[in-house]
């Protein structure tokens, strides 16, 4: 099992940044593929940012990138999602997952349904 806990939500105005933190505990946390999600009212749960075990590989939706940074240490088992330049369409909660684990490998998925552990969400507001 692998317990993940998500901070670093918060409101903030359009052009502002937030980083967002998940830290994980359980399993050795090297041997997972970190991926970040966001759910907004209505809409389905969508791919945000992905990073391979190692951090050497990280993945992006076509929304965020350039905006948004996905970053691990596996030291800290820790994961971040530093998010520059938001925009109102931004506003979710964000969830990070874990997919794994594994032994070898340098992928990170982009699909929700890969992912085996989630954190519980933390809410991000951005206003106009």
């Known amino acids: 099992q692998v317990q993940l806990v998500e901070s670093g939500g918060g409101l903030v105005q359009a052009g502002d940044s937030l980083r967002l933190s998940c830290a994980a505990s359980?399993?050795?946390?090297?041997?997972?593929?970190m991926g970040w999600f966001r759910q907004a009212p209505g809409k389905e749960r969508e791919f945000v940012a992905a990073?391979?075990?190692?951090?050497?590989?990280?993945y992006y939706a076509d929304s965020v990138k350039g905006r948004f940074t996905i970053s691990r240490d596996n030291v800290k088992n820790t994961v971040y999602l530093q998010m520059n330049s938001l925009k109102p369409e931004d506003t979710a909660v964000y969830y990070c997952?874990?997919?794994?684990?594994?032994?070898?490998?340098?992928?990170?998925?982009?699909?929700?349904?890969?992912?085996?552990?989630w954190g519980q969400g933390t809410q991000v507001t951005v206003s106009s």
């Open positions: 990073i391979s075990r190692s951090g050497t590989h990280t």
């Open positions: 359980g399993r050795t946390f090297s041997q997972f593929a």
């Open positions: 997952a874990a997919d794994g684990p594994y032994s070898s490998g340098s992928y990170a998925s982009k699909h929700p349904y890969e992912y085996d552990y």
